[in-house]
């Protein structure tokens, strides 16, 4: 019995290792984030990442290292991280199994970091491309959780920010 | 009237030569809303032709679960016959390859392990004795060869094997990992392709310089594999410190002539996504200087799904994008110095979405091609076939 645990930690420990969410926020696997999200009714934020990507490890230095924005995220978001060339199997909202890099394909995540916000039941608010600051993510945020995606586009929104 | 005549020499000049398609079939006889059909696989080998005869595999869920399905086209048919089940279990990623005078070889991962049968009706063979996955086959020249993705450590590595076939049943005649020690990083999507001695080409997507990179390695007939080479012509290498390199993935492998040709997915355009990438193994030394297979027409749009086929003729890559707004099936052929202005497959373009794209050449030079069709009420895999006039 302790074996196969063993080798399931090592195969956990491996998978984790290719991918490159930010250290210290609770990332999931997007099957995990969205079971937990119809759970808890909270959003979730996707992180399409790419393994070796460097605008990736250049936005988790700038941008995630902010422990502000990590306690922001970490409680009000079901974080997902998503590696873009990944082979490992996802199950979509309509029951469909595909893989993480399919997922790239059907959300058309052509540059990473993307960045998609979905709500509790797995349809997509908004995505977002490209190296973003602590302050793009504190828009998104207000943009999300204030509901102003059901009335404006992102960009309405961000257009008449204070 | 000079005018005219010179429009009169143009009509009847003969037009460029190129894949001339027959009538689309449809392979899957169970559709729905709820059903969904992949075609993804390590070499994307849903498709082999023989001896007239074809065979499509795939997997859905129709049963509630995802399991393989394959479907023949006898020589003598002119539909295909009901689609069987490849095995009992959940299965995935399957990938066929012929045998002649209406046999198939098939293979599929199933429970954690990879396993292989002959169709119609041979004995399925578990392949792996470990954790496995992303199983592909190759076979020529008297010669099968199987290669899959199998834990060995912390991470998966490339193994290739030698298949031995009597009658109906395969055995492992060797396997063999193509390095021997433990992988530094993962290993994944391997492709295989015969070469004319005996021996074996195989590819994959490696991690080891912390980014992904299609690389390859020549067996021998014994499967004494070579030291593994880049295919891509990009180094490894981070921007002002960040990151490991660019990104490139799902190599698909094709014997060429006297070596093979590889095409892939890459990034190194990163704002456009993935573009379709091709090189030449001539059977020694490194990788040519890589292609780009896309026309201009294509630059802005990423591909996905691209795949390759050839004979000692032929070469045609495939691939999908949605340069025409929706989702297409384009090719490329190949013409001596560089790839052919892309053309979408008229049975696979138009309104609606096709995409991921299989295809084989058979012993004739004719092309096989298989696509997904996504429509309101169910994903439909079609099929047609080309000559080459």
Redesign the interface.
Known sequence: MKQPLL?LA??F??TT??ADPPAGYPFVDYSAGLKAARASGKPVFLYFG?????????TN?TTFSDPALKKLYSAHYELVYVD??S?R?VTLP??????E??LG?RM?????PLFAYLTPAGEQIVQIPGFKTVEDFRDYDRYVRGGHYKQQTLLEFLGGRP | MRAALGLLALLAMPGHAGWGWEAALEVNSAHGPAIFPHLESANRQGVAAAGGAVAVVWEDNRSGAPRCYAAIKPATAAVFQPERALSDGECYEPVVAPLGQGRFLAAWEEAGRVHARVLPDGPPLRLSAGDAAQVTLATGNGNIHAAWAEQAGAHRRIVVAALALDGNRLALARVQPVESGLPADGQAWPALAVSGSGGVTVAWEDRRAHHTVPMASRGDAGLAFAEPLRITDQASGGMNGLGAGLGAMRPKLATWKQGTVAVWLDKRDFLSGYDVYAAFDTGSGPYTPNLRVQDSFGDSIVQWHASVVADDTRLTAVWDDARDGTSDVWLANWEGSGFSDNVAVSAASGPGDQSDPVAALDERGRLHLVWLDRRADGTRVRYARAQWK
């Open positions: 080798w090592l195969f420990a491996a290792a290719w790419r393994y070796g990507c460097g605008w990736c490890a250049h230095k873009s060339e082979g199997r309509s029951g469909e199994r595909i893989t890099a399919e394909v058309n995540a052509f540059a990473t």
